[in-house]
């Protein structure tokens, strides 16, 4: 299997030749044998010569090698402890597949959102890929039901991805969910036991997204770190505030309507936020992409962080417990209690010109018990019937790790409706993109709240009319 990030490793061709002098002797006489091994990619020769002439042997052996190998490229937005674990089961696929090389493109988040829509739309891109735009890639995707051995068994395992990848009504088999996610906030207790102050989650399960920002004022300020909250930059997240405080986003006929008092309030709260400097500004200003606030996190320089599961891995591999981190309940706002569901999907891509092959691949990572190594490894939650029902022996025992999926689990059975109607919306993205973009542009100050409000209406507008 060949990895890369962003650009391809140029393949490795290795001729080992071996020299080995021995001494031997043969009839009283001293005679110097060289033995060498020439090993070729399809021929391996064996040549014995000595000083004195006696006798030259060769031996030729075939090896039984592909006459070709077809590349089947996969893109993939994945951290570290997840590619570790993608590259040994990709190793495992080519081993018992020596006619297929996988290629592992792992490129930043941005790429997956930003360029390969680009590329998809071209005819272009990679064979499989891991997106978390479902619902808005849905065209793409290529149906497997012809080519693999075993539909029933996606059928059986993993209905709810066949729904969220046809959003249509179809009934194709396109991939399946490489994890499944829900949102929440993380929390560096330490820094709080080093402030004296106390976890506000501790005495109650309704704490408000105001109550929060209050208490991680507090911290910041009494230990000297240099960031209080984030949430990252993202209309996905960002929508766990918005809809907790109220904001409607669909009126009754299923329209697009982003000008409510509950979408006003929660805006209103992160320009304040930004502007008294309970976050940072680098986070939502620092660019017009995506970005997380992990790294600050990770380096114990943030106290409360609003992401989501996935997390879960990277903390456990970088933080460890080097400080106590910990997972906790979604703030409240005026109106309810949410996070926002979500996840990606492994798909395949019907742009590809070698789908028996792709559909081999993905018969072999969706094959229960190699999903549930990745699941497991990765520190992943799937979507699969089988594997649920069991139970997933995740393999960690770090405490902070296991408290986080059990929160999380929480969590995911009390999400708002509105969070799942806007998550699996075909158009679900454009909506919570033009609601980043603007917001950054009121964060800033080159539009005022009324100014950006209009232009995320504007944008969706657009985008759905363009669409027709």
């Known amino acids: 299997m060949n990895v890369s990030k962003n650009i391809k490793k140029a393949l490795l061709l290795i001729t080992a030749v071996i020299l080995l002098s021995l001494i031997v002797a043969c009839g009283g006489t001293a005679v110097e044998t060289i033995k060498e091994v020439v090993v070729t990619q399809e021929v391996v020769k064996e040549v014995v010569v000595t000083q004195e002439v006696v006798k030259e042997v060769v031996v030729t052996k075939e090896v039984e090698?592909?006459?070709?190998?077809?590349?089947?490229?996969?893109?993939?937005?994945?951290?570290?402890?997840?590619?570790?674990?993608?590259?040994?089961?990709?190793?495992?696929?080519?081993?018992?597949?020596?006619?297929?090389?996988?290629?592992?493109?792992?490129?930043?988040?941005?790429?997956?959102?930003?360029?390969?829509?680009?590329?998809?739309?071209?005819?272009?891109?990679?064979?499989?890929?891991?997106?978390?735009?479902?619902?808005?890639?849905?065209?793409?995707?290529?149906?497997?039901?012809?080519?693999?051995?075993?539909?029933?068994?996606?059928?059986?395992?993993?209905?709810?991805?066949?729904?969220?990848?046809?959003?249509?009504?179809?009934?194709?088999?396109?991939?399946?969910?490489?994890?499944v996610t829900v949102t929440g906030a993380f929390i560096n207790r330490t820094l709080f036991e080093q402030a004296g102050v106390p976890v506000p989650s501790d005495t109650s399960d309704q704490v408000t997204w105001e109550e929060w920002a209050e208490a991680v004022v507090k911290v910041r300020d009494a230990t000297g770190v240099d960031f209080a909250m984030a949430i990252d930059r993202s209309g996905h997240r960002i929508s766990t505030l918005l809809i907790s405080q109220g904001a409607k986003i669909f009126d009754e006929d299923g329209n697009v309507v982003l000008d409510d008092e509950g979408m006003r309030r929660g805006l209103q709260l992160m320009l304040d936020w930004h502007a008294d400097g309970t976050m940072p500004l680098d986070v939502w200003a620092g660019g017009d992409s995506y970005r997380e606030a992990t790294n600050d996190f990770i380096n114990g320089n943030l106290v409360f962080m609003e992401s989501g599961v996935w997390n879960v891995g990277p903390f456990t591999d970088k933080i460890g417990d080097a400080f106590d981190w910990e997972v906790v309940p979604n703030p409240c706002g005026a109106v309810t209690c949410t996070g926002m569901p979500g996840g990606s999907v492994m798909a395949a891509m019907k742009a590809t010109k070698h789908p028996e092959e792709v559909a081999r691949v993905m018969e072999f990572l969706a094959a229960e018990e190699n999903y549930h190594e990745w699941a497991a490894r990765a520190l992943y939650i799937p979507q699969h019937n089988g594997i649920m029902a069991k139970g997933v022996d995740y393999a960690t025992e770090l405490p902070q790790a296991l408290r986080a999926f059990q929160v999380f689990g929480e969590e995911s059975t009390h999400l708002d409706p509105l969070a799942y109607q806007l998550q699996n919306h075909l158009y679900g993205y454009v909506i919570m993109n033009a609601i980043r973009d603007r917001l950054t542009q009121a964060i800033v100050g080159e539009l005022t709240l009324d100014e950006a409000i209009a232009r995320m209406q504007a944008d969706v507008d657009g985008a759905l009319a363009a669409a027709k």
């Open 65 to 179: 090698v592909p006459a070709e190998r077809t590349d089947i490229r996969i893109m993939m937005a994945i951290p570290i402890n997840a590619e570790v674990v993608m590259e040994d089961l990709l190793d495992r696929f080519e081993s018992e597949n020596p006619d297929i090389n996988v290629i592992l493109d792992v490129v930043p988040y941005p790429t997956i959102l930003e360029i390969l829509p680009l590329q998809l739309e071209t005819g272009e891109g990679p064979d499989i890929a891991k997106v978390s735009n479902i619902a808005g890639l849905y065209e793409y995707y290529l149906d497997m039901r012809p080519y693999l051995s075993d539909p029933a068994y996606w059928e059986e395992n993993m209905g709810l991805t066949m729904e969220h990848m046809n959003p249509d009504g179809g009934n194709r088999i396109s991939g399946f969910y490489t994890d």
